[in-house]
């Protein structure tokens, strides 16, 4: 009789222990942007218009007609695609932080224009002081 007065008390604890507590939120990791982006170019217009993805990060285009994705200001090693038709898609990598305007030559009217902006990270080898 001695034994279950203790082994009770035990069961009891484990049992809690051994639950999930749903009140804690889980811990958060900071955010990291992802390293690639897929931009749909149909129907006058890049969806989505604006993606974020980390330095060195690849957006690939996928044209649902002639489009062109010509950069408004600063290019990707790259450069801008030129007209390309309806089921091809195309890729370019972003090794530079910054932000990259461009638009479809051929819809621009239309306000068919979009931005890739690239996150930044510290470089192998920066100092600082
Ligand atoms: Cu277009």
Request: proline share 9%; aromatic share 6%; hydrophobic share 40%.
């Given at each position: 009789?001695?034994?279950?007065g203790v082994?009770?008390?035990?069961?009891?604890?484990t049992?809690?222990?051994?639950?999930?507590?749903?009140?804690?939120?889980?811990?958060?990791?900071?955010?990291?942007?992802?390293?690639?982006?897929?931009?749909?170019?149909?129907?006058?217009?890049?969806?989505?218009?604006?993606?974020?993805?980390?330095?060195?990060?690849?957006?690939?285009?996928?044209?649902?007609?002639?489009?062109?994705?010509?950069?408004?200001?600063?290019?990707?090693?790259?450069?801008?695609?030129?007209?390309?038709?309806?089921?091809?898609?195309v890729?370019?990598?972003?090794?530079?932080?910054?932000?990259?305007?461009?638009?479809?030559?051929?819809?621009?009217?239309?306000?068919?224009r979009?931005?890739?902006?690239?996150?930044?990270?510290?470089?192998?080898?920066?100092?600082?002081?």
């Amino acid at each position: 009789m001695r034994m279950m007065g203790v082994l009770l008390p035990i069961l009891l604890l484990t049992g809690c222990g051994g639950a999930v507590d749903l009140t804690q939120p889980d811990p958060v990791a900071p955010e990291a942007p992802t390293r690639t982006a897929t931009v749909t170019a149909a129907g006058g217009k890049f969806s989505p218009a604006f993606v974020t993805i980390a330095q060195g990060g690849t957006v690939t285009w996928r044209f649902g007609g002639p489009h062109t994705v010509t950069f408004t200001g600063s290019a990707p090693p790259g450069g801008s695609i030129p007209l390309t038709g309806a089921g091809n898609a195309v890729s370019l990598r972003f090794a530079e932080a910054g932000d990259y305007d461009y638009v479809c030559t051929r819809h621009i009217a239309m306000g068919m224009r979009g931005v890739v902006h690239v996150e930044g990270r510290p470089r192998q080898g920066d100092t600082y002081h």
